[in-house]
């Protein structure tokens, strides 16, 4: 759906997570006619994390597994956000503590503040 020529804002989440996907999205801007807008970081601290994560319940969520999910996604979403940086995508660090519907509102202000 994202190729259809009505279409004219993309969202996309949880993608990239690696930096040559980064580089294909910009890269490529022109075959897929898209640019990145945007790009939203949801900062939680580990203690929150911890405690989501313990309420989900699956067996493997152990605080030793969890560490090293934040390792890997700290090495490879790093250069992934300074590639976007670099290439003068806005960041943005919003606040991922809080309820649902706060965490939404404070998506949507950015968006909104960036005129997409």
Known sequence: RANSKNVKQVILDGYPRQLAQAKWLIENKQNHGRNVDLV?????????????????????????????????????MYPVLNYFNENGVRIAHIDGTGTVGQVHDRIMEEIESCGI
């Not at 580990?46 to 390792?71: A, K, N, Q, W, Y």
């Open 40 to 76: 939203i970081v949801l900062e939680v601290p580990r203690s929150e994390l911890m405690r989501r994560l313990e309420i989900r319940g699956r067996l493997d969520d152990t605080p030793e597994v969890i560490d090293e999910r934040l390792r890997i996604y700290r090495q490879e």
